[in-house]
């Protein structure tokens, strides 16, 4: 929803004026998405992937009911592993048969792999090598099984120490995920450690990441590829036209898409209303994986630091508010009762990051923003617990 700006009257006393709705699958005129190169992918209405050129927005659904789950902005990763639907560069340990466009993949086209072996040698799997380096990666596959019932496999990093987990395949598609860290070198495996287990399955789109979670799917074939971080901002008249130097609230719907995602020195960062620096802004995030706050800073002096005490809990729908006035500050996190800070400045700013930082700081969301609102006012401490339930 785009709504105009206004002159506040007291009929007109919460109603936003600017009101954000990144679940329509279209994005509003005012904002910017800058995100260089055609590597990243989102799942699409019809519940497939799909790849997202450059500069332009990911509208992500839930793969499994279609939902909305709005604007989806993550940091920069890169997949080290080449051919990710498991072409030439993938080798073989128990000779598994591996059978290419075998069945239609979770992109909607023929593409999936078929791996099986039959019972035998202690390690039967495909595997990749892969130089790394000594910090938390993250192996992601998706498979289902070809049989129709569960099957019981394993997915490796061997680095040392060796990261591996048990997984249970379906007749559904899903995306297993293991995590730890490497050192400089690493095996990708996908199979079976016990000589009585056989396997038959499909498989698409192996990734391997540095980051301790599991960012969405990027392809490749012959080369690594890189997915740039998503710049998503408001500039200019495009923000100065509702924006209140004075006094505001904020209000937004997001959510986190891994426990993992929001531990981080930077913290995570929801909105960020900055002059382009880290020393002049309005903040929400939650801070360094310890509570969601809000943050006003000016000339480099925290102001405020109004904050729930809760982590935001990963894959779970989330809203704060935060209010900002000069020597009142007020936040509140899904639904509870504001905590306020009454000592503090408030900064000049021209312009607003939606799921980063502004300036340049790899502190991004890393999940999705459903809705952002703005009220040109500082609303009561009462509004800030109604508005965030």
């Keep these: 929803m785009i ?5 506040l009257t007291a ?3 919460v109603l936003p004026r600017l009101a954000l709705d990144f679940t329509t699958g279209v994005l509003d005129p005012r904002v910017t998405v800058t995100r260089a190169l055609d590597t990243a992918t989102r799942v699409n209405s019809s519940g497939l992937i799909e790849i997202v050129n450059a500069d332009l927005p990911r509208f992500d659904y839930d793969p499994s009911t279609l939902a909305p789950k709005g604007l989806l902005i993550e940091e920069a990763r890169a997949n080290k592993l080449l051919q990710s639907n498991f072409a030439a560069s993938w080798s073989s340990t128990g000779s598994p048969t591996v059978t290419p466009n075998a069945a239609v993949s979770p992109d909607g086209t023929t593409n999936a792999t078929q791996i099986t072996s039959s019972p035998g040698g202690v390690f039967r799997a495909v595997f990749q090598d892969v130089a790394t380096t000594a910090v938390a990666h993250t192996f992601s596959v998706y498979l289902k099984s070809a049989t129709g019932t ?4 394993r997915i490796w990093v061997d680095t040392s120490p060796s990261i591996s987990a048990a997984i249970t395949v379906t007749p559904q598609w899903q995306r297993f995920t293991v995590s730890g860290a490497t050192d400089t070198t690493a095996r990708v495996q996908l199979g079976v450690d016990s000589p009585a287990n ?3 399955v499909y498989a698409y789109g192996a990734q391997l990441e540095a980051g301790a979670f599991a960012t969405s799917y990027i392809p490749t074939t012959t080369t690594s590829l890189t997915r740039n971080a998503d710049v998503v901002s408001m500039t200019g008249t495009n923000f100065s036209d509702w924006y209140n130097a004075s006094e505001g609230t904020f209000a937004v719907q997001f959510d986190y898409g891994n426990a993992a995602s929001y531990v981080s020195v930077n913290g995570r960062f929801i909105l960020s209303a900055s002059d382009g620096t880290s020393g002049n802004r309005n903040v929400i995030y939650n801070r360094s994986g310890t509570a969601a706050s809000g943050l006003t800073q000016v000339g480099g002096v925290t102001q405020a630091l109004p904050g729930s005490g809760t982590v935001i809990a990963a894959d779970t729908v989330a809203r704060s508010v935060y209010a900002y006035a000069t020597d009142n500050f007020g936040f509140s996190l899904d639904g509870g009762a ?13 312009r607003l990051a939606i799921g980063g930082t502004g300036t340049g700081t790899a502190a991004f969301l890393n999940g999705h923003v459903a809705s952002l609102s703005y009220y040109p006012q500082r609303l009561i401490n009462a ?7």
């Design 3 to 7: 709504t105009p700006s206004f002159s």
């Design 11 to 13: 009929t007109e006393r």
């Design 150 to 153: 569960n099957q019981t496999m």
């Design 198 to 200: 056989a396997f038959d």
């Design 338 to 350: 504001a905590a306020t800070d009454t000592s503090g400045s408030v900064p000049t700013v021209d």
């Design 383 to 389: 509004e800030l617990q109604s508005f965030s339930k």
